[in-house]
């Protein structure tokens, strides 16, 4: 994954399952898609990391007791 650094993406997803390019930098984000199409090692490497942190944070045993509190918040007592 390549993203700019803007929003909550580097924070979510961290440097080493992808790239972070200051935003609004096309040229610098053309260069990393660029370097990365021309190394598969590279690629399968940032991948797997990936992979991985979807896993560990987005399964459904995961995420949901992360959430339950503002889904409770949200919904409201007896809801």
Same mark, same amino acid.
């Given at each position: 994954?390549?993203?700019?650094?803007?929003?909550?993406?580097?924070? =979510?997803?961290?440097?080493?399952? #992808?790239? @972070?390019?200051?935003?609004?930098? !096309?040229?610098?984000?053309?260069?990393? %898609? $660029?370097?990365?199409?021309?190394?598969? =090692?590279?690629?399968?490497?940032? #991948?797997? @990391?990936?992979?991985?942190?979807? !896993?560990?944070?987005?399964?459904?045993? %995961? $995420?949901?007791?992360?959430?339950?509190?503002?889904?409770?918040?949200?919904? #409201?007592?007896?809801?």
């Amino acid at each position: 994954m390549v993203w700019f650094d803007a929003g909550r993406m580097p924070e =979510s997803w961290g440097d080493d399952a #992808g790239a @972070v390019v200051d935003f609004p930098d !096309v040229v610098g984000m053309a260069d990393v %898609v $660029a370097a990365l199409s021309d190394s598969s =090692s590279r690629r399968a490497e940032l #991948g797997e @990391v990936a992979r991985r942190r979807v !896993v560990e944070r987005h399964r459904v045993s %995961v $995420a949901v007791p992360r959430l339950w509190p503002d889904l409770e918040r949200w919904a #409201g007592p007896g809801s």
